[in-house]
C-alpha cells in the first residue's frame, strides 16, 4: 500500500508505504535518487497528520514530512492513504478503525478553513474522497 507523494520541489517526492506497522516515507529526488527514509508508527504518523492540518489552517504554516515541504496536493493524498489505504477500498475491507473515523469528521468540521487554505481542485478531491469512504465505512457497519 503505497503513494506518490508531491511537493512544492518538481524534483523531489515521497513515497509513502503504509503496512500493519505503520508507515515509511521516501524522500526522492529525481537525479539523486533516495535521499532520505524515515518511520512512523500508525499513532504518530496519525499526531503528525492532524498537526500539519491544524498548523496549516490555523498558522499557515505549510505541511512538511521528512524534510519536505507537501503540495496541497500531496497533503491531500497522504491524509486519505492514512485513513484509507488500498485495501480498504476492496470489496472485503474492513471497517475503519474509530480513530480514522474521527478524523474525517474533524476534517469535515474545518471545511470552512480548509477550503479556503487549499487549492480548489485538491479541496475537491478531499471532499469527494471522504463522502466515498463514509459511505463505504456504513455500508459494512450496517453489514
Same mark, same amino acid.
Given at each position: 500500500m503505497s503513494e506518490q507523494l508531491s511537493t512544492i520541489d518538481d524534483k523531489i517526492s515521497i513515497r509513502s508505504f503504509a503496512d500493519y506497522e505503520g508507515f515509511g516515507l521516501s524522500v526522492i529526488h529525481k537525479d539523486k535518487g533516495k535521499i532520505d527514509y524515515k518511520e512512523f508508527s500508525w499513532e504518530d504518523y496519525e499526531v503528525l497528520l492532524r498537526g500539519l492540518w491544524e498548523g496549516y489552517l490555523t498558522q499557515g504554516q505549510k505541511p512538511e514530512v521528512a524534510g519536505?515541504? +507537501? #503540495?496541497?496536493?500531496? +497533503?491531500?493524498? %497522504?491524509?486519505?492513504?492514512f485513513i484509507a489505504p488500498s485495501s480498504f477500498h476492496g470489496?472485503?475491507?474492513?471497517? +475503519?478503525?474509530?480513530?480514522? %473515523? #474521527?478524523?474525517i469528521y474533524w476534517l469535515k468540521s474545518q471545511y470552512p478553513a480548509i477550503s479556503e487554505r487549499i487549492e480548489r481542485d485538491a479541496f475537491q478531491y478531499l471532499d469527494s474522497e471522504l463522502d466515498c469512504i463514509l459511505q463505504r465505512n456504513l455500508e =459494512?457497519?450496517? =453489514?
Open positions: 519536505q515541504i +507537501l #503540495s496541497d496536493d500531496g +497533503l491531500v493524498v %497522504e491524509t486519505l492513504h470489496p472485503c475491507g474492513n471497517k +475503519l478503525k474509530p480513530n480514522q %473515523e #474521527s478524523f =459494512r457497519k450496517n =453489514r
